[in-house]
């Protein structure tokens, strides 16, 4: 079963705007990731913010991390066409043994040009 | 390109037939998973080694699923008389376990397609 729920399902914005993808999980986790998701290909890795953390850059990307809400936000600044994707967020439950990935449904993001 | 190859890319079967998939990980990386995505989800666990060891097996990994990594090193996922429902986007992953965290490499997938 999937214990992220991302939000919007879908998001269409101009190239060089904001894009904010937000992710929603259920139980305690160790650390909280995002990926990105060509159309058909495997995912890539964006970035990963640990429990203790609340806020993480990446050049243009930005993560927030709410445990006490169990919440995280994407933001992808000055969006390019290049960054058209689907995006999940994976959370990594506190669990001994494997660092096993728990997946949302992810945000398909359109940028026009 | 992370790193991580797997094969077939593309995979059409029909109903009942054996197929079976390869995946070879970053070459120092002692961990390997197995994913499984249908359209329009998010990927979901199936299975996992440490080294050659299998360590866990998700509930959606049926009788007629089995996945070995013999050395630890390339792994295969074999299902057995597919079912149309088998259908999806099989996907590896690997990573080197250093202290706590970890990064998982995805490799670009397999997709089957079962009619």
């Known amino acids: 079963s999937q214990q992220g729920e991302e939000d919007p399902q879908a998001l269409s914005i101009q190239e060089g705007e904001n894009a904010t993808m937000n992710c929603s999980y259920k139980?305690?986790?160790?650390?909280l990731q995002w990926y990105r998701q060509n159309s058909g290909r495997g995912l890539v890795h964006l970035i990963l913010i640990r429990s203790n953390e609340r806020e993480k850059h990446s050049g243009r990307l930005r993560v927030t991390l709410d445990t006490s809400k169990k919440s995280s936000s994407l933001l992808i600044t000055a969006s390019r066409a290049a960054d058209t994707a689907s995006y999940f967020c994976a959370t990594v439950p506190v669990i001994q043994g494997a660092q096993k990935l728990v997946f949302g449904q992810g945000t398909r993001l359109t940028i026009n040009p | 390109d992370t790193g991580v190859s797997q094969n077939p890319r593309h995979k059409i079967t029909k109903r009942g037939q054996n197929v079976t998939f390869r995946c070879d990980p970053i070459?120092?990386?002692?961990?390997l998973y197995w994913y499984r995505q249908t359209l329009g989800q998010g990927p979901e666990f199936l299975t996992y080694?440490?080294?050659?060891?299998?360590?866990?097996k998700s509930r959606l990994l049926s009788d007629r699923f089995s996945a070995e990594r013999p050395k630890g090193s390339f792994s295969t996922l074999e299902i057995q008389r597919t079912e149309q429902g088998d259908s999806a986007m099989y996907l590896c992953?690997?990573?080197?376990?250093?202290?706590?965290?970890?990064?998982?490499?995805f490799g670009p997938g397999t997709r089957l397609l079962v009619l």
């Open positions: 992953a690997s990573s080197l376990v250093v202290g706590v965290q970890e990064t998982q490499y």
């Open positions: 070459s120092e990386h002692n961990r």
């Open positions: 080694f440490q080294n050659e060891a299998q360590l866990e």
């Open positions: 139980t305690s986790i160790n650390n």
